[in-house]
């Protein structure tokens, strides 16, 4: 019999007895997919957002596009976005017949960098879309600063940032169009879903037509259909699930910053005590005030290393500790390869994302897993500095 310690993921999602038990009353209820329990969810995340309208969608990567149609972006426009995020951020650009256009990222924050966002404006430009990797948000005056400078539309690719902060404000309780998922590794999850939130009634009434066939009903059996729409509502199912998940968000989220804090205190004694104090790994921006913890990454310093970042997470996986990347440059996929992207053409980006690794952090770890999984991951580091 092994007694190696238990695999760790490098996230797990938690749902306590009671949302289990929700979930078991919402499928006796008779009611399973949109219904009740889908607008009570609408109605606590608009609360939870100070009052801004909210419709649920089936997925985050619908929410975008829907918020893409929304904001009346299609066939000729270009939108401004980041090559370091999930691929759905540019295909839902490109599946409204948009153009995205790349910007390089900050290095340090590993988010757009909005200095090198007016160089990139054209007169067909008509959105930005931020993504705030693993919970941090951009530098929310400067976005809509340029915003309003050019007179763009703000898609917020807040995917990741479920209860991240600006200047004390949540992030989607101000601002433009604001798209969360509710995906499995998410901060808080419906196992698949998202939300949008809006500017005003209309904005919402569109939204939800979007989300069903482009539908409107009048009366008892009135019904027409004056847009395209699809099929990308939440069920009611995974709305009581996000239901439940937002009761515990905050003891989710204290227990994530904790589990930072450890990360940051273990690698940096860590190194030190390995004499790797010179190697320039480097760890995420140190905010406790902004940021969800969605995700602990660190930059793997491979110039000093004799291996690739393939080699470190195989080496992690065989001491029972899993890693996951987020994410390879985007224009560096065969299907934007071959559009003409390239990824030199933001050269902070493609070695970002080569070299890139996020740590397993998710609220049920106990302290001891941060100890082993920093202390096995430097002593990688270490059997591979070169010289
Ligand atoms: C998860 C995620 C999405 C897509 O959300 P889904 O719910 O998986 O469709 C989009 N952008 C970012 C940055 C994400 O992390």
């Given amino acids: 019999m092994s007694n190696a310690p238990a695999f760790i993921p490098f996230t797990r999602p938690s749902f306590n007895q009671e949302t289990i038990d929700a979930v078991a009353d919402a499928l006796r209820s008779g009611w399973v997919t949109s219904g009740p329990k889908s607008a009570e969810f609408e109605a606590t995340l608009s609360n939870y957002f100070g009052g801004r309208p909210v419709r649920c969608f089936a997925n985050g990567t619908a929410t975008m596009k829907i918020a893409l149609q929304v904001a009346g972006i299609g066939e000729g426009d270009e939108v401004i976005t980041t090559p370091i995020s999930w691929v759905a951020t540019s295909n839902v650009i490109l599946s409204v017949g948009a153009k995205p256009i790349f910007v390089d990222i900050d290095p340090v924050t590993r988010n757009i960098d909005l200095l090198k966002v007016t160089a990139a404006i054209t007169p067909q430009t008509r959105a930005i879309m931020p993504v705030y990797l693993a919970g941090l948000p951009v530098d929310m005056d400067q976005l ?18 479920f209860g991240s902060q600006w200047n004390g404000q949540k992030i989607g309780s101000f601002g433009d169009l604001v798209s969360f998922s509710f995906q499995a590794n998410k901060n808080l999850t419906t196992v698949e879903g998202g939300c949008l939130v809006l500017n005003n009634a209309d904005e919402a009434t569109l939204a939800e037509k979007f989300r069903l066939q482009g539908l409107t009903r009048q009366g008892m059996d009135g019904m027409d259909v004056d847009v395209l729409g699809g099929k990308d509502n939440l069920t009611d199912v995974n709305a009581v699930i996000g239901l439940h998940q937002l009761k515990q968000l905050p003891a989710y989220q204290t227990r994530r910053a904790a ?3 450890q990360y940051f205190d273990a690698i940096r004694a860590g190194l030190q005590s390995a004499g790797l104090e010179n190697l320039p790994l480097e760890l995420p921006v140190e905010n406790f005030s902004e940021t969800n913890w969605h995700m602990f990454q660190v930059v793997l310093p491979l110039e000093q290393l004799d291996c690739d970042r393939t080699q470190v997470m195989s080496e992690l996986k065989e001491i029972g500790i899993g890693t996951g990347v987020h994410y390879p440059a985007i224009t560096g996929f065969t299907l934007y390869k071959n559009q003409g992207y390239k990824t030199s053409d933001t050269p902070i980006a493609e070695c970002v994302g080569r070299s890139i690794l996020t740590l397993p952090l998710f609220p049920a770890m ?3 897993d941060i100890r082993r999984i920093s202390c096995g991951f430097i002593e990688i580091l270490k059997k591979h500095r070169k010289n």
Wanted: proline share 0%.
């Fill in 144 to 161: 809509y600063t340029l915003a309003n400078q050019f007179n763009l539309r703000v898609i917020e690719d807040a995917a990741q940032a």
């Fill in 259 to 261: 589990l930072a804090r």
């Fill in 366 to 368: 106990a302290d001891e």
